[in-house]
């Protein structure tokens, strides 16, 4: 069965600091990958997207994701981590062949002053 | 205005009850999608509709149903809701298989 997993379900950090959020997938052929971004209370907003082609993506807010096609990994890193960064991170795979789409189960990421 | 609106916002029912959550789009998008969301299970799809005469079961359709009204409406039903779908409700929409635009969700409490 196709699936999407992120092994980290908190994650806290020092501002300033860098972030790597991971994710994996379970699908046979090249997915469509996403990452979203859940403010608190607030509905889901698209960080970055990856189709084909360059296999390292940048987004909005500084954040970057690089496809690993070997790892079936779809990482989500940012070099410098604000205190507005602080939100709940999904991971997400458009699987073309079986018209699914599916989302990770998270990751809540924490800021410390 | 928003460009995926979804009403109501919040509702509390009581089991037994038929609930519709009702979900509207000013995108043009072909695509919509219904979810819901519990705490550490991320999104679960619950059904969704690629036009308006193709509509699919996702993951967890059991005890829901939709209708898709035209382009820019997708409504979804509880027939007869039980308090284990509590739940936030969101809808979704996208163009192929492009990004989606979320609406701001509803919550459903059933007591």
């Known amino acids: 069965a196709q699936s999407v997993t992120q092994p980290d379900i908190h994650i806290t950090v020092s501002e300033g600091a860098s972030l790597e959020l991971r994710c994996n997938y379970s699908y046979g052929a090249t997915p469509y990958l996403f990452w979203y971004v859940q403010s608190p209370g607030q509905g889901l907003q698209l960080l970055l997207k990856y189709f084909s082609g360059d296999t390292l993506v940048q987004g909005i807010k500084g954040f970057e994701a690089e496809f690993k096609r070997s790892q079936s990994s779809f990482n989500l890193r940012k070099p410098s981590v604000h205190w507005s960064d602080a939100a709940e991170y999904f991971c997400a795979v458009g699987a073309r062949n079986f018209n699914k789409f599916y989302f990770g189960s998270g990751t809540k990421l924490n800021v410390k002053p | 205005d928003a460009d995926v609106t979804q009403t109501p916002?919040?509702?509390?029912?009581?089991?037994?009850?038929?609930?519709?959550?009702?979900?509207?789009?000013?995108?043009?998008?072909?695509?919509?999608?219904?979810?819901?969301?519990?705490?550490?299970?991320?999104?679960?799809?619950i059904y969704y509709s690629f036009d308006v005469k193709d509509i699919n079961k996702g993951e967890i359709s059991d005890g829901y149903s939709v209708s898709r009204q035209a382009q820019a409406k997708f409504s979804l039903s509880l027939e007869s809701a039980i308090p284990n779908q509590t739940a936030l409700y969101f809808c979704a929409t996208s163009q192929g298989w492009d990004e989606q635009f979320f609406g701001p969700g509803t919550r459903l409490t059933v007591l």
């Not at chain 2, 609930?19 to 550490?40: A, F, N, V």
């Open chain 2, 9 to 45: 916002r919040n509702r509390i029912t009581k089991t037994g009850k038929r609930i519709m959550l009702e979900c509207s789009q000013t995108k043009g998008h072909d695509r919509m999608y219904w979810y819901r969301q519990d705490p550490g299970l991320g999104l679960q799809l």
